[in-house]
């Protein structure tokens, strides 16, 4: 018989919500394994077992960010009408951003000076914005967008809705 898992996914959900909070709002010296494991009412051991140190922490806080940030745009239902659904798009960005404000300073920011994403948690990050980048293209093959590449006009949108 398979030994219980004490550590699951609700207990990770809420030590990487924890250590995002703590970031963002006391900045990256505020950031220990036992403080974010007394926080969240748990032992360091499970922080351990769950991320194996630190950098790891850091580096899943990033990548779940752009996780559910990509689940929020991924899951807006296209009405065919490109205009209407980049729109959507953009208020998407701003309802995550303001749902995840404690994990949006490490996708977009630089709380700890260290971290830099490694090469697949960069591409899971590029994934999340595939949505945008899809009703992109769709509006510029319909001709509803025009004047630039997909890619350029995406990019443009990210940015005014950053």
């Known amino acids: 018989m398979p030994r219980p898992k004490t550590h699951d996914d609700v207990l990770r959900t809420r030590l990487l919500d924890r250590a995002g909070e703590l970031l963002s709002s006391e900045g990256p010296q505020s950031l220990s394994l036992r403080r974010l494991a007394a926080d969240v009412n748990t032992s360091t051991t499970a922080v351990y077992s769950l991320f194996g140190g630190k950098p790891a922490l850091v580096r899943e806080l990033y990548v779940e960010g752009f996780r559910r940030f990509g689940e929020r745009l991924a899951e807006l239902p296209r009405t065919g009408d490109h205009i209407e659904d980049l729109i959507q798009l953009g208020l998407a960005y701003r309802e995550s951003a303001l749902a995840d404000r404690h ?15 490694d090469a697949e948690a960069a591409a899971r990050a590029g994934e999340s914005m595939r949505p945008l980048l899809n ?11 025009g004047g630039e590449t997909a890619e350029v006009i995406a990019m443009a949108a990210w940015g005014l809705a950053h």
């Open 135 to 145: 009703v992109v293209r769709a509006g510029v093959q319909s001709g509803a967008i």
């Open 103 to 117: 994990l949006y300073s490490i996708m977009f920011g630089k709380p700890v000076p260290e971290f830099e994403p």
